[in-house]
Every structure is written in structure tokens, then in C-alpha cells.
T-cell receptor
Framework: GAGVSQTPSNKVTEKGKYVELRCDPI?????LYWYRQSLGQGPEFLIY????????DSGLPNDRFFAVRPEGSVSTLKIQRTERGDSAVYLC?????????????FGPGTRLTVL | AQRVTQPEKLLSVFKGAPVELKCNYS??????LFWYVQYSRQRLQLLLR??SRESIKGFTADLNKGETSFHLKKPFAQEEDSAMYYC?????????FGAGTILRVKS
């Protein structure tokens, strides 16, 4: 079956603009995660959802970042007033259930460049 | 906060040589540890997890609580093992990753 998909694959924007990054998880997976990966670093947790609700958003760096999952499937990560420091690869992952032992399946990522 | 340390950014070995990718962690409790791998132009994928005690593609990893380590080992490296390897632990329900180690297997 299809894996996790993310769109767009690349996004270039100007400082101060608003961007939306989309994630389509594996069908039937209840848990969805967002990570951010800066150059030379491992992925860093941003937020995860169990169903429609954000179960843990402690990794969001500030209030410019927001994520939704209104129907418990597709999720959108929204970044307002983008800054150059937001440039990174944004990874989405999903797992069957929300237990730490479940394998997280990753998408290909969205590379965000803020000029 | 829990931490995962991968001290080597790059490990270069010859084909057929043994490989050990180091991973150290700090965690209060019994950790759940994983190795993820990213091959060139592919997405991040699970390689193995310590609770299953399995060998995947010839790789094994043993949890050493005394040394707080979870090193990844393979007795004979193959060229197709060249990739980026990340060690990760579970904190709550999220993954905490190390910075990663590039493994380069030379022919």
C-alpha cells in the first residue's frame, strides 16, 4: 500500500510569508507525528496527534507554528511569518497506534527554504 | 531531557570489515531504543529495535544499561550498507534522535 506522503516536496518562500505543509498518513494509522530536521542534525520532535487532537505539542518552537488534523487523517503544519531559521526538512510520520513501541513510518519530507 | 549521542559524524570502512556505530543515551528508566536508517534518496526507515532482539540485514544492537549504550554492529560490511544511521529513543510517545552517523563502505 501507499506510504506516508508529503506535499510539497520543496517549498521556497520569503521571510515573513505564511506556509502550509501537508501530510497524508498511512490509511488506518491513528497516530501522526511532525519532526523538523535541520542540516547536520537528527529529526527533532514538533507535535503529535492521536486522532484529531494534538496529544503533545511541546516541540513546537513558538506560536508561529501550528498544526491541525481535523478529520483524523490528513494533517497540515502551518507556519506564520516565516523566518530564515525555519529553513529545514519537515518530516511527517504515522504509526498504527500511539504507543512508543509502534514503528513510525516516515514520509519523504518537505524541504522548506526561507529566503 | 533525554539525550542520544552519536559521537561519530562519519565512519568509513572497507567492504568486509566489521562495523560498529556508536550510540550513547541518557534516560531515567528503562529505555526503548531504535536504529533508523536513511539510504540515498530514500526516506527514513526503521532498521531494528532493541525489544525485538532481532538481526536485520546482518546488523545487531545490544542494549548495555551499565554503559548506557546501544551500539549497532555488523561483522562484515557491504557496500549497500552505505547510508545515514540514526539512533533514537522513545520519550513518552515521541522519538528523540541522535545527530546521525554517515557510514561509508568502500570497495
Amino acid at each position: 500500500g501507499a506510504g506516508v506522503s508529503q506535499t510539497p516536496s520543496n517549498k521556497v518562500t520569503e521571510k515573513g510569508k505564511y506556509v502550509e505543509l501537508r501530510c497524508d498518513p498511512i490509511s488506518g494509522h491513528t497516530a501522526l507525528y511532525w519532526y523538523r530536521q535541520s542540516l547536520g542534525q537528527g529529526p527533532e520532535f514538533l507535535i503529535y496527534f492521536q486522532g484529531t487532537g494534538a496529544a503533545d505539542d511541546s516541540g513546537l518552537p513558538n506560536d508561529r507554528f501550528f498544526a491541525v488534523r481535523p478529520e483524523g487523517s490528513v494533517s497540515t503544519l502551518k507556519i506564520q511569518r516565516t523566518e530564515r531559521g525555519d529553513s529545514a526538512v519537515y518530516l511527517c510520520a504515522s504509526s498504527l497506534t500511539l504507543t512508543g513501541q509502534d514503528e513510525q513510518f516516515f514520509g519523504p519530507g518537505t524541504r522548506l527554504t526561507v529566503l | 531531557a533525554q539525550r542520544v549521542t552519536q559521537p561519530e559524524k562519519l565512519l568509513s570502512v572497507f567492504k568486509g570489515a566489521p562495523v560498529e556505530l556508536k550510540c550513547n543515551y541518557s534516560y531515567s528508566g528503562s529505555p526503548e531504543l531504535f536504529w533508523y536508517v536513511q539510504y540515498s534518496r530514500q526516506r527514513l526507515q526503521l532498521l531494528l529495535r532493541h525489544i525485538s532482539r532481532e538481526s536485520i540485514k546482518g546488523f545487531t544492537a545490544d542494549l548495555n544499561k551499565g554503559e548506557t549504550s546501544f551500539h549497532l554492529k555488523k561483522p562484515f560490511a557491504q557496500e549497500e550498507d552505505s547510508a545515514m544511521y540514526y539512533c533514537a529513543l522513545v520519550e513518552g510517545n515521541k522519538l528523540v534522535f541522535g545527530a546521525g552517523t554517515i557510514l561509508r563502505v568502500k570497495s
